[in-house]
């Protein structure tokens, strides 16, 4: 799971409720420093939240852009239905149309970290003329690699059998052997972590790990997609096969950023870094769409 490394809002960043057709979502917004440049829209990943993007909210909004980061139905401070039906691709994606139309700034930027990149893919397919482009951050165009799908699986059955609070017992002892082993959680971000995970609904994780273990070949859509994309990763990803990634990229013509040393979460690593490369990649789709417009 992504860990933030503080939770304190950076400047101009308002915790609130965004009102959708849809329903209420708990959202981070960051307000642009100077002139708006665009807005984003963040979707967290599998057992994440909003509070994943907090380290990127402040290189984003210093580089002129609104950023949101959104809790999705069931996740952290959203509510969400009890039914997994509810947690179907269709229904998050509908979630996700509906909070960038909710944003009012016209056509977003879309981001996706890890699962909130299978959203945004679906997303992005539904209603393409509400996104200026699409970014899958840490995320693939199918299912996650083996020893992740032998994890979730593993996951959605002590889900299914004990109680949530030893479930989360194993989850932390787990993670102390993943990506930071060495690193002890201090204990305002252990809090955090734990009231995250007992927030989210059971059916919400089931829902996810469903998708994520069963995500059909996305390859066709991402060729299909009429507008900039953009497949971003760390170089010591391990949720997705680095390979695939670098080959989705290849075939789709996409926009192609490995950042080195991070992980699967380089909003929370390198944000800096990240945003970077993310501001100059929407910078680019901007040219291009005026250099379109100004076309006769």
Known sequence: ?????SLALPPRTRARRLVTARGDFAVLDAAPEGRRR???????GYTGSKEDFLALLGPLSEAGYRAVAVDGRGQHETPGPRGRAAYRRRALALDAVAQAAALGDGPVHLLGHSFGGLVARAAATLAPDAFRSLTLLSSGPGRVARPQRIRIRVLRAALALLPKERVWQAMCWLDSRGEEP??????ALAGFLRRRW???????LAGAGRLLLHDPDGMPELLALRMPLHIAYGADEMVWPTAELAAAATRTGAHHTVVEGAGHSPNVSHPRELAARLTGFWE????REEAGAAAP
């Not at 799971?1 to 490394?5: C, I, V």
């Not at 665009?38 to 967290?44: E, K, Y």
């Not at 060495?182 to 204990?187: C, G, L, R, V, Y």
């Open 1 to 5: 799971m992504s860990k933030p490394r």
């Open 284 to 287: 680019r789709a901007a040219a």
């Open 198 to 204: 007992m927030r989210t609904r059971i059916a919400q």
């Open 38 to 44: 665009g807005t984003v829209l963040l979707l967290p």
């Open 182 to 187: 060495d690193t002890d959680d201090a204990p």
